[in-house]
């Protein structure tokens, strides 16, 4: 059990540049989420998914997209990467949210915009 | 909407016990979570109240009292190794709404 995986672990963009971030969990989990973590933000919502074909937006949603084509994959998208946008990205899954299904993280991506 | 205030620091000494508080303001209120995150890792989930009282789980028990919005983490016994950030969270609807996290330092 890999558990909840992120691909890349570190990047640097240019701005303008466009990448995609992988999250993908072998837990059979149905909820899925992108958080971004910036010093003295804690962790902030940015988009997530219930299930397999659903998204919805969380707090921060702006200049990201979000896929979920396969249950155990939630794809993150910056299409026009901006300076604002760097930070260390964290994928999370659980099985729903409840006092014994509690959310899983992933090892996070730290991305440089420059 | 929601919030949650947490101090951003706290200092204790090893062997000792500290607590961790939170407040939170939000509607359509679920549960209280606490994660602990090391430097350079990942959130872990430590405990959650979904009703008034005391959980307990080895060296740490969380409270929560909802008629007060009021919650708090109790760290007993304090290793070094629990020199960490400690998030507190709201669960609402389909999402965890976390709070800005309180850095614990621990003194030998």
């Known amino acids: 059990n890999a558990g909840v995986t992120q691909t890349p672990k570190f990047r640097v963009l240019k701005t303008g540049q466009s990448m995609t971030l992988l999250c993908a969990q072998d837990?059979?989990?149905?909820?899925m989420y992108w958080y971004r973590q910036d010093p003295g933000m804690g962790l902030r919502l940015i988009h997530y998914s219930v299930g397999e074909g659903t998204t919805a937006k969380g707090e921060v949603p702006d200049g990201y997209n979000v896929s979920r084509l396969k249950k155990q994959n939630f794809l993150l998208g910056l299409e026009s990467a901006a300076p604002s946008q760097t930070s260390v990205y964290f994928c999370?899954?659980?099985?729903?949210?409840?006092?014994?299904?509690?959310?899983?993280f992933g090892p996070g991506t730290r991305l440089t915009v420059l | 909407g929601q919030s949650l205030e947490q101090p951003s620091e706290v200092t204790a000494v090893e062997g000792a016990i500290v607590q961790i508080n939170c407040t939170y303001q939000t509607s359509g209120f679920y549960g209280l979570s606490w994660y602990q995150q090391h430097d350079g890792g990942a959130p872990t989930f430590l405990s959650y109240n979904a009703l008034d009282g005391l959980e307990e789980t080895g060296r740490f028990s969380s409270f929560l009292s909802r008629s007060d919005s009021y919650g708090y983490l109790l760290l007993q016994e304090l290793q070094m190794k629990d020199s960490a950030s400690y998030f507190c969270?709201?669960?609402?609807?389909?999402?965890?709404?976390f709070g800005k996290g309180t850095r614990l330092h621990i003194l030998p």
């Open positions: 999370a899954s659980s099985y729903r949210l409840s006092s014994t299904d509690t959310q899983y």
């Open positions: 837990m059979n989990h149905e909820y």
């Open positions: 969270a709201v669960i609402r609807d389909d999402k965890i709404i």
